[in-house]
């Protein structure tokens, strides 16, 4: 039964409302360890008020610097203009959780409005701005930079959006020609934006720029643990250029170094470069159990400049589990070495599963990269298509596990890294050329499930790769050529090879095309096959992590991030295998596929939050498409109840997140802990703290 309780603090005696009653009693209780008081806020609010539900707040922030261990931050509908960033973090029992309420579209933007613009000749309005109108950060004077950016570094961090599209920067006055592009100068200390609208009317239509480099972010390094962000939409960002060695990677949200952080639930779009930043600060600390440890669950991530998701070192033991990662580069303003979907350095324990990661209207050259010195990095039931290069593994040691995966077109390009092992894959007209080895640099070696570094050494490219189980379609395995390579029981179809006709003794070709199609659109990503009962002839080992052995320089195994050993007895969807025909290729069961989802995109981002909150939860639905809510029974994660929204579609065929009917995802062989009050001394202790915290607040003010 769920229960309803409400606290009042008057003159030292708490008046409770439970289950209809009144009780009043004196305050002679005992301190509990945490509290668990919800703060609101509302476009109708006000900082002055009391921050409950019928005296909310007016700002996010407002409440991030009162909220206190065990709180919830409750927003309600509307657009909040303004850039959180939280005083404290709460603990491993206790979070802090800042979510949307139950049914409310949140917007939380970097952006303000403009409604004063000027027309001049055309279809181009300007707007004047004086300089104290930005404060100390003006993004129309603060240009792109950074290492290893390549060209466009005279793009601005500003950017001007017409009903939530995001317009291309234009270098000069008369580039203007072309409706959704703008350009700014400076003139006595003013700043003047010009854009061409087109027809609109941008101060009827919404026209906004944005002024604040960030949305959701610490302002202090690694002093923010344990925050929960659920269910907003967090857009227009003034990030900057994020590369591994600068002292913040910026996002339009992120843990500055913080731990244990979760963003589920999340619509992540419009930030100049990053979206979700995991990375470093200038005060690196290597201690993995003080560092890492996030969730990145179900978001949509979209259209960012330089990354979906990036991190160096802090993004460490951390799961990104479910997203939809798609248009990053949208516009092509610019182009560097760090521009992917998802991009880390210096990590350890990082598993990226059931995500569909797509180029769709993005230009960078990866879907993943995994870049310098990753060690133990999972990638495990993703679907990833459309990228000139599926993912890149540059720099690093090892070991890596790609398991269950469907990856469709591209190239699957090692470049000075080793020890990666491919288990239970699909491969259609994927190719894998031959990186090279750079023998100029010498990344980390980290000693196993730390970033803690033994030594420096040049990569032995390609040595010890393996490939077991893989199902590969019109092209084969081309590059195992590394000292200690294997590859055994693969199953190649419609054209494809073995690797030059060696190794895989046990690995079968043929001429059967399975005549795959797919459809990668708003709905998400749908395949369509017919293999015939080839899978089911071919009879594969079961494997788990000591069929691969120890790999060399780091001395681990492909396992679990607590060292356990990986048996890969579930499949795509989650299903059980066989052991004595554990089946070749991502699927465990089943032959013809038609318009089969493997991800549905109507169950990510901010529509679909849960409508019950699970604080201190690390872990949520992690099966893709429309298996919502199984998890892998090899990770030994439990998985919460994962409750979502449908969607409705774009037409430009990316997916976006406005709402809809509420229903719970199916498979879910979970359970939900409810925070009840049926405690007495919880009770007891709860109300003697929300009397400290009123008394507290009322002294400071």
Known sequence: MKRTLEIEVDQGYVRTRCCGAILVGALLLA??????????????GSDADAGDEAHPFLTIGHAAQLAMPGDTVIVHEGTYRERVTPARGGTASAPIVYRAAGGAAV??????RITSWTRGSGSTWSVDLPADYFGAFNPYVAQVSGSYLVSGQWHHLGQVYLDDEGYREVQSAGELGSEGTWYTEQSGGRTRIVANFGSADPNVALAEIN????VFFPSQPGVVDYVTVQGFTISQAATNWAPPNVDVQEGAIGSLGGAHWIIRNCTIRYSRNVGISLGNYGGFDSRIPEIGHHLIENNLVERCGQAGIAGVRFASSSRVVGNLIQDIDYLDEWFGYEQANVKFHDTCDVTIEANLIRQGRGHVLFGAWIDWANTNTRFSRNVIE?????YQLEEDHGPMLFDNNVFVGGQAIEFSARSTVGV????VRVSDPFGGADTSRSPYVFAPHTIESTSDQIVAQGSQDQRWNDVYVGTGLATLTGAGSFDDYNLYLAGATRSFGFHDTHGMVSSLDPHFTYVSDERGFAMSWDPGDTLD???VRLLDSDTFGVFAPVGMRVESPDGSTITFDHDFFGMARDADNPRVGPFATGTVMTDRLLFDARLVGAASTPTVDMPGTDAGATQPGTDAGRALSDAGVATDAHLSLDASARGDGSARSDGGASAPSAGCGCSVRSRGVDS???LLGLLWLAAQRRRRSKTSA
């Open 31 to 44: 301190p509990c360890t945490a509290s668990a008081n919800e703060l609101h806020v509302a476009t109708t």
């Open 537 to 539: 002839a071919f009879v």
């Open 211 to 214: 002024v604040r480099s960030t």
């Open 386 to 390: 459309g990228f000139n290069g599926l």
């Open 107 to 112: 917007s939380i933007k970097g952006s303000n």
């Open 680 to 682: 007495p001394v919880w």
């Open 424 to 427: 239970h894959n699909l491969y």
